[in-house]
């Protein structure tokens, strides 16, 4: 593996491969472990009967209920989480997002990550990432933001 290529004049570091983020096999063997993470998480909700109330789902698995809820009568920003990726996994799209818009955001991006975690792993570089850590920090900061608009879309609609 070459190593990376210093840029003086704009201070970044880059790739003589093009603009992929390298992988070393400890790497590789972190994103074919995470991608079986999420291959897991979808069987796991595929094998859970979506609650017709589009929250409680997580109940069947012998959780407590949600004590936000409890506690202040209102959903919290998770409510419905577990029932959306559960109708999700069943391609019901439309009842994913009923149940909460921001599980079917996140249902999306974890299936999208986990063809993409089997072709860097193959290819030994991030495919088409070259900051890792500024897409992570991207998506992270967007569904923050995203699930907290939507918590208080579904609020104000109550």
Same mark, same amino acid.
């Given at each position: 593996m070459n190593p990376p290529l210093s840029n003086p004049? #704009?201070?970044q570091i880059t790739f003589p491969h093009g603009s992929d983020y390298p992988l070393g096999r400890k790497? +590789? $063997?972190a994103l074919v472990a =995470?991608?079986?993470f999420l291959l897991s998480g979808f069987s796991l909700a595929r094998s859970l009967k979506p609650d017709p109330r589009g929250f409680g789902t997580h109940q069947r698995l012998g959780l407590p209920a949600c004590s936000f809820r409890m506690m202040f009568t209102i959903p919290c920003p998770s409510c419905g989480m577990t029932t959306s990726f559960a109708h999700f996994t069943r !391609?019901?799209?439309r009842e994913s997002a009923g149940a909460n818009f921001a599980g079917l955001l996140l249902? &999306? $991006?974890? #299936? &999208?990550? &986990?063809p993409w975690c $089997? #072709?860097? #792993? =193959? +290819? !030994? +570089?991030? =495919?088409? $990432?070259s900051q890792p850590n500024v897409v992570a920090m =991207?998506?992270?900061i967007s569904f923050c933001v995203i699930s907290a608009a939507l918590w208080i879309f579904r609020l104000i609609a109550a």
């Open positions: 004049s #704009a201070n790497s +590789r $063997v =995470w991608m079986l !391609g019901q799209f249902a &999306i $991006v974890c #299936a &999208i990550q &986990i $089997v #072709a860097s #792993a =193959w +290819r !030994g +570089r991030l =495919w088409k $990432v =991207w998506l992270l």
